[in-house]
């Protein structure tokens, strides 16, 4: 019962590298998620994916890209990273309706130097 | 913005009292939904409440929700120190697509 899996759990990056995120579930869920996480700010979608093969922007896209590579994994791309993309980042899965909650995975947190 | 706004922003209880935390929202929704996150970990979904239902209830959980005054409360009785974390409300802002928006969450302390 691993859920939804989440590489790497802590990273630092200098401003301008870039990195991948890395998301998997193993749910046979449609639909997944890709939220930052900020002091007072609550959870703020960046990108979803409603079904394999289709990607969308969120709240907050900007400085990002996604990869939904299979029904299973779904890639957050940061190309040139900055200092205000300092964040927790959570990837999330669920069945792709409203009748069920979503099921989140453990976090990445991400500095940015 | 955010769409669900939790109040209080940090409540501080005793073991075995009753805590209850309120959200509100600003658009129509489809459901409403409240997560739990402890320190450091990812969320865990608690309870769904769809807008044709007044209130539901899960163990010591008890979720209203009041479509015309576009508010929810989440209700954890008998509190224990276990329940320390923070809260979370989420809507779906009315649309079908299964995207969730969250607010900023209540933290909860139950103290021993």
């Known amino acids: 019962n691993a859920g939804v899996t989440q590489t790497p759990k802590f990273q630092v990056l200098k401003t301008g590298q870039s990195m991948t995120l890395q998301c998997a579930q193993d749910m046979n869920h449609n639909s997944m998620y890709w939220y930052r996480q900020d002091p007072g700010m609550g959870l703020r979608l960046i990108y979803y994916s409603a079904s394999e093969g289709t990607t969308d922007k969120g709240e907050v896209p900007n400085g990002y890209n996604v990869s939904r590579l299979n029904k299973r994994e779904f890639s957050l791309r940061l190309e040139s990273a900055a200092p205000s993309q300092t964040s927790v980042y959570f990837c999330a899965s669920n069945e792709g309706t409203l009748n069920y909650g979503y099921t989140f995975g453990s976090g990445t947190r991400l500095t940015v130097v | 913005s955010q769409q669900g706004e939790e109040d209080p922003q940090a409540l501080s209880i005793q073991e075995g009292e009753n805590a209850t935390m309120n959200c509100s929202y600003k658009t129509s929704i489809n459901n409403l939904q409240w997560y739990r996150q402890n320190s450091g970990r990812g969320l865990v979904h608690l309870i769904l409440i769809r807008s044709n239902e007044r209130e539901k209830h899960s163990g010591r959980l008890r979720v209203t929700l009041d479509t015309s005054k576009k508010s929810s409360s989440l209700l954890i009785t008998a509190s224990r120190a276990a329940d320390t974390a923070s809260y979370f409300c989420?809507?779906?802002?009315?649309?079908?697509?299964?995207?969730?928006?969250f607010g900023r969450g209540t933290q909860l302390t139950v103290w021993p």
């Open positions: 989420a809507s779906d802002r009315g649309s079908t697509l299964g995207r969730l928006y």
